[in-house]
């Protein structure tokens, strides 16, 4: 099984809205940098997020800045991606991942190389 859960995907206007979350689904991620990446078919995988384990200052791709919004409830070990505005470019899988180190608050946030822990992914598909 894999150490995250997202949630919340599914069909959308263009202009609508999604709201995805992510969950462990076993051990806590409350002491890792969480990112949410998304891959569309034929593309690599996009960095679209990543928030620090204290739950400041996240950071956004340049494709989701000023329309998406990334939070984290550590008591409830949870991460979200508000998504507002949504266009047919962001239809892709939206993967949560947890940084590979604890307690780490350096920049080497934006590849996926710097998580280690993954979920299985979530489908976005915004119509036109």
């Known amino acids: 099984q894999a150490p995250l859960v997202e949630a919340g995907g599914g069909l959308v206007q263009t202009g609508g809205s999604l709201r995805l979350s992510c969950a462990p689904s076993?051990?806590?991620?409350?002491?890792?940098?969480m990112g949410w990446f998304r891959q569309a078919p034929g593309k690599e995988r996009e960095f679209v997020a990543a928030i620090a384990y204290t739950g400041l200052s996240p950071l956004y791709g340049d494709a989701v800045k000023g329309r998406f919004t990334l939070s984290r409830d550590r008591t409830k070990d949870t991460v979200e991606l508000q998504m507002n505005n949504l266009n047919p470019d962001d239809t892709a899988v939206y993967y949560c991942a947890a940084h590979s180190r604890q307690y780490y608050l350096g920049d080497y946030l934006y590849s996926d190389h710097d998580y280690n822990y993954w979920g299985q992914g979530t489908q976005v598909t915004v119509a036109s």
């Open positions: 076993g051990r806590r991620f409350s002491t890792y940098a």
